[in-house]
């Protein structure tokens, strides 16, 4: 029965086999300072053959063990990587939604300033048009009142 080095290898059992490997021949008791679950640690480390113990109970890490603490470093780095991969995609798809909302807020601003101008222009129109009525209906009596008093 193997453990599956891929995927089953947690961080708290990658820095117990770590400190074997860094302290080789230790005892679990050595180690109960700094994790007082080690002995469960090290039974499941025992039976899936990533540690071995001589009859004092030293421990040394055993080639398997040194692929799975390999494995789980290789795959901790791909998850990191992963993971900054993912987030420079938010910090990108978060600078394209902020110059989109700057777009459309700029966008807005000209529809606002169009909107006025256009009544602006509705406004001049009108007057236009009177003075043109204005005008003509003067015209017309400059016509007409020669002819009627004339």
């Known amino acids: 029965m193997s453990k599956n080095l891929f995927e089953n290898i947690t961080n708290d059992e990658a820095a117990t086999l770590e ?8 005892t679990a008791a050595d180690y109960f300072f700094i994790d007082p679950t080690v002995d469960g640690k090290i039974q499941e480390l025992k039976k899936y053959g990533f ?6 109970d030293s421990l040394k890490i055993t080639e398997l063990g040194r692929s799975a603490l390999k494995e789980h470093y290789q795959i ?6 992963a993971e900054k991969q993912r987030e420079e995609e938010l910090l990108s798809f978060k600078a394209i939604a902020e110059a989109a909302q700057s777009q459309a807020e700029s966008a807005n601003k000209q529809a ?19 003075i043109s009525i204005i005008a003509t209906l003067a015209s017309i009596a400059t016509i007409l009142i020669p002819l009627i008093f004339g």
């Open 19 to 26: 400190w074997i490997l860094k302290n080789e021949g230790a």
């Open 76 to 81: 901790s780095e791909k998850i990191a990587q």
């Open 51 to 56: 540690v071995k113990a001589d009859v004092t």
């Open 112 to 130: 606002e300033l169009a909107i006025s101008e256009s009544q602006s222009a509705k406004k001049g129109s009108f007057i236009a048009t009177v």
